[in-house]
Protein backbone atom coordinates (compact mmCIF):
# COMPACT_ATOMS: atom_id res chain seq x y z
CA UNK A 1 0.00 0.00 0.00
CA UNK A 2 1.21 3.23 -1.21
CA UNK A 3 2.13 6.08 1.98
CA UNK A 4 0.44 9.76 2.79
CA UNK A 5 2.57 12.80 3.71
CA UNK A 6 0.99 15.72 4.58
CA UNK A 7 3.27 18.48 4.21
CA UNK A 8 3.53 22.26 5.48
CA UNK A 9 1.48 21.41 9.05
CA UNK A 10 1.45 25.02 11.11
CA UNK A 11 -1.28 24.11 13.22
CA UNK A 12 -1.32 21.98 16.35
CA UNK A 13 -4.53 20.45 15.45
CA UNK A 14 -4.08 19.37 12.16
CA UNK A 15 -0.53 17.69 13.38
CA UNK A 16 -3.17 15.46 15.77
CA UNK A 17 -5.39 15.15 13.44
CA UNK A 18 -2.81 13.34 10.64
CA UNK A 19 -1.69 11.59 13.70
CA UNK A 20 -5.15 10.25 14.67
CA UNK A 21 -6.35 9.16 11.00
CA UNK A 22 -2.84 7.06 10.77
CA UNK A 23 -0.87 9.80 7.58
CA UNK A 24 2.34 8.23 7.02
CA UNK A 25 4.52 11.19 7.36
CA UNK A 26 4.27 15.09 7.94
CA UNK A 27 6.26 17.88 6.54
CA UNK A 28 7.13 21.00 8.86
CA UNK A 29 8.25 23.91 6.64
CA UNK A 30 11.16 25.62 8.16
CA UNK A 31 11.79 27.87 4.87
CA UNK A 32 11.12 31.92 5.84
CA UNK A 33 10.16 31.98 2.08
CA UNK A 34 6.98 29.92 1.82
CA UNK A 35 3.65 30.35 3.43
CA UNK A 36 3.57 27.44 6.22
CA UNK A 37 7.10 28.44 6.73
CA UNK A 38 7.30 28.27 10.70
CA UNK A 39 11.17 29.45 12.84
CA UNK A 40 12.30 27.24 14.75
CA UNK A 41 10.93 27.74 18.27
CA UNK A 42 7.40 27.43 16.30
CA UNK A 43 8.10 24.26 15.01
CA UNK A 44 9.58 23.10 18.53
CA UNK A 45 6.24 23.95 20.00
CA UNK A 46 4.50 22.67 17.46
CA UNK A 47 5.99 18.70 17.41
CA UNK A 48 5.60 18.89 21.33
CA UNK A 49 3.71 15.76 22.43
CA UNK A 50 2.57 12.75 21.23
CA UNK A 51 3.43 11.20 18.01
CA UNK A 52 2.29 9.08 15.25
CA UNK A 53 3.11 10.44 11.85
CA UNK A 54 6.79 10.39 10.73
CA UNK A 55 7.99 14.15 10.90
CA UNK A 56 9.85 15.40 8.11
CA UNK A 57 11.92 18.68 8.25
CA UNK A 58 11.71 20.67 4.96
CA UNK A 59 14.66 23.15 4.52
CA UNK A 60 15.68 25.45 1.25
CA UNK A 61 19.03 26.45 0.99
CA UNK A 62 19.77 25.91 4.99
CA UNK A 63 23.54 24.95 5.87
CA UNK A 64 24.46 21.05 6.38
CA UNK A 65 25.43 21.88 9.82
CA UNK A 66 22.05 23.71 10.32
CA UNK A 67 19.91 21.04 9.23
CA UNK A 68 21.70 18.53 12.08
CA UNK A 69 21.26 21.01 14.18
CA UNK A 70 17.28 21.29 14.10
CA UNK A 71 17.05 17.58 13.12
CA UNK A 72 18.61 17.07 16.67
CA UNK A 73 16.07 20.31 18.67
CA UNK A 74 13.32 19.01 16.43
CA UNK A 75 13.79 15.22 17.09
CA UNK A 76 13.01 14.98 13.23
CA UNK A 77 12.28 11.08 11.82
CA UNK A 78 14.14 12.76 8.25
CA UNK A 79 14.92 15.49 6.65
CA UNK A 80 14.05 17.14 3.17
CA UNK A 81 16.17 19.31 1.90
CA UNK A 82 15.87 21.51 -1.43
CA UNK A 83 17.42 24.37 -2.96
CA UNK A 84 21.56 24.85 -4.83
CA UNK A 85 23.46 22.60 -1.87
CA UNK A 86 24.50 19.14 -3.42
CA UNK A 87 22.48 16.16 -2.30
CA UNK A 88 25.71 14.83 -1.22
CA UNK A 89 26.03 17.03 1.51
CA UNK A 90 22.86 15.93 3.32
CA UNK A 91 23.10 12.23 2.61
CA UNK A 92 26.88 12.55 4.78
CA UNK A 93 24.98 13.82 7.58
CA UNK A 94 23.79 10.72 8.38
CA UNK A 95 20.54 11.10 8.65
CA UNK A 96 17.30 9.71 6.95
CA UNK A 97 16.49 11.41 4.27
CA UNK A 98 14.66 12.32 0.77
CA UNK A 99 16.48 13.77 -2.58
CA UNK A 100 13.96 15.59 -4.22
CA UNK A 101 13.56 15.68 -7.84
CA UNK A 102 12.26 19.13 -9.35
CA UNK A 103 11.17 18.94 -12.76
CA UNK A 104 11.65 16.32 -15.70
CA UNK A 105 15.62 16.16 -15.79
CA UNK A 106 16.45 13.27 -18.69
CA UNK A 107 16.49 10.05 -16.40
CA UNK A 108 19.98 8.97 -17.95
CA UNK A 109 21.43 12.19 -16.32
CA UNK A 110 20.16 11.17 -12.68
CA UNK A 111 22.90 9.71 -10.82
CA UNK A 112 21.64 8.64 -6.60
CA UNK A 113 23.34 10.12 -4.31
CA UNK A 114 25.06 8.14 -1.37
CA UNK A 115 24.58 7.21 1.27
CA UNK A 116 20.99 6.51 -0.20
CA UNK A 117 18.50 8.42 0.72
CA UNK A 118 15.22 7.34 2.56
CA UNK A 119 13.12 8.42 -0.44
CA UNK A 120 12.80 9.85 -3.69
CA UNK A 121 10.78 12.31 -3.90
CA UNK A 122 9.17 13.74 -7.78
CA UNK A 123 8.49 17.25 -7.33
CA UNK A 124 7.11 19.77 -10.28
CA UNK A 125 9.31 22.92 -10.84
CA UNK A 126 7.96 25.73 -9.52
CA UNK A 127 8.84 29.25 -7.71
CA UNK A 128 9.14 28.33 -3.88
CA UNK A 129 9.88 24.45 -4.26
CA UNK A 130 6.49 23.23 -4.01
CA UNK A 131 3.32 23.88 -2.07
CA UNK A 132 1.44 25.76 -5.44
CA UNK A 133 -0.57 23.24 -6.70
CA UNK A 134 1.54 22.97 -10.03
CA UNK A 135 1.25 19.17 -11.00
CA UNK A 136 3.93 17.27 -11.99
CA UNK A 137 3.82 15.39 -15.74
CA UNK A 138 2.87 11.98 -14.62
CA UNK A 139 4.20 10.42 -17.70
CA UNK A 140 7.69 10.97 -16.77
CA UNK A 141 7.07 10.75 -13.46
CA UNK A 142 5.79 7.11 -13.97
CA UNK A 143 9.32 6.31 -15.56
CA UNK A 144 10.96 7.94 -12.61
CA UNK A 145 9.67 5.37 -10.34
CA UNK A 146 10.83 2.43 -12.74
CA UNK A 147 13.99 3.77 -13.74
CA UNK A 148 15.24 4.77 -10.15
CA UNK A 149 13.45 1.42 -8.38
CA UNK A 150 14.01 -0.03 -6.04
CA UNK A 151 14.05 2.91 -4.41
CA UNK A 152 10.74 4.05 -2.90
CA UNK A 153 9.87 7.13 -5.25
CA UNK A 154 7.21 9.29 -3.65
CA UNK A 155 5.00 11.63 -5.88
CA UNK A 156 4.03 15.50 -5.15
CA UNK A 157 2.88 18.62 -7.17
CA UNK A 158 -1.07 19.43 -7.46
CA UNK A 159 -2.34 16.22 -5.96
CA UNK A 160 -5.82 16.66 -4.62
CA UNK A 161 -8.39 14.22 -3.15
CA UNK A 162 -10.38 14.57 -6.74
CA UNK A 163 -7.10 12.97 -8.88
CA UNK A 164 -5.43 10.77 -6.10
CA UNK A 165 -6.45 7.52 -7.44
CA UNK A 166 -5.78 8.62 -10.67
CA UNK A 167 -1.98 9.67 -9.64
CA UNK A 168 -1.83 6.21 -8.12
CA UNK A 169 -3.13 4.26 -10.96
CA UNK A 170 -0.92 5.54 -13.26
CA UNK A 171 2.46 6.72 -11.46
CA UNK A 172 2.55 3.85 -9.14
CA UNK A 173 4.57 6.03 -6.93
CA UNK A 174 5.53 4.76 -3.17
CA UNK A 175 3.56 7.48 -1.39
CA UNK A 176 1.58 10.70 -2.47
CA UNK A 177 3.33 14.36 -1.08
CA UNK A 178 0.45 16.44 -0.73
CA UNK A 179 0.35 20.23 0.64
CA UNK A 180 -2.46 22.50 -1.15
CA UNK A 181 -4.59 19.65 -1.78
CA UNK A 182 -4.81 19.11 1.78
CA UNK A 183 -5.37 22.51 2.84
CA UNK A 184 -8.65 24.92 3.59
CA UNK A 185 -9.67 26.30 0.09
CA UNK A 186 -8.19 30.13 0.49
CA UNK A 187 -5.70 28.54 3.05
CA UNK A 188 -2.99 31.63 3.62
CA UNK A 189 -1.07 29.77 6.17
CA UNK A 190 -1.58 26.18 5.60
CA UNK A 191 -4.29 25.56 7.56
CA UNK A 192 -5.72 21.89 6.72
CA UNK A 193 -9.06 20.16 6.00
CA UNK A 194 -9.18 17.21 8.03
CA UNK A 195 -12.24 15.89 5.56
CA UNK A 196 -9.92 16.17 2.48
CA UNK A 197 -7.24 14.49 4.52
CA UNK A 198 -9.43 11.62 4.73
CA UNK A 199 -10.11 11.50 1.33
CA UNK A 200 -6.18 11.32 0.65
CA UNK A 201 -6.13 8.13 2.96
CA UNK A 202 -9.22 6.46 1.34
CA UNK A 203 -7.42 6.89 -2.33
CA UNK A 204 -4.38 5.73 -0.76
CA UNK A 205 -6.11 2.76 0.95
CA UNK A 206 -8.38 1.86 -1.72
CA UNK A 207 -5.09 0.82 -3.34
CA UNK A 208 -5.15 -3.05 -3.48
CA UNK A 209 -1.30 -4.59 -3.93
CA UNK A 210 -2.87 -6.22 -7.19
CA UNK A 211 -2.94 -2.66 -8.90
CA UNK A 212 0.93 -2.55 -8.22
Known amino acids: MPALKVCGITRRGDLDACDRLGVDAVGINLWSGSKRGLTASQAEALLQ ?25 LELDAIQPHGDTPPESFAALGLPWVWVIRGTPALATLAIPKPLPTWILLDA ?18 AAVQALSPLPVWLAGGITPDNAAEALAQVKPAGLDVASGSE ?17 LRAVRATSDAAW
Open 184 to 200: VVGATRGEKDVARIEAL
Open 125 to 142: AVAGFGGAGAKTDWVWAA
Open 49 to 73: GGRGAQRVGVFVDHAPREVAALART
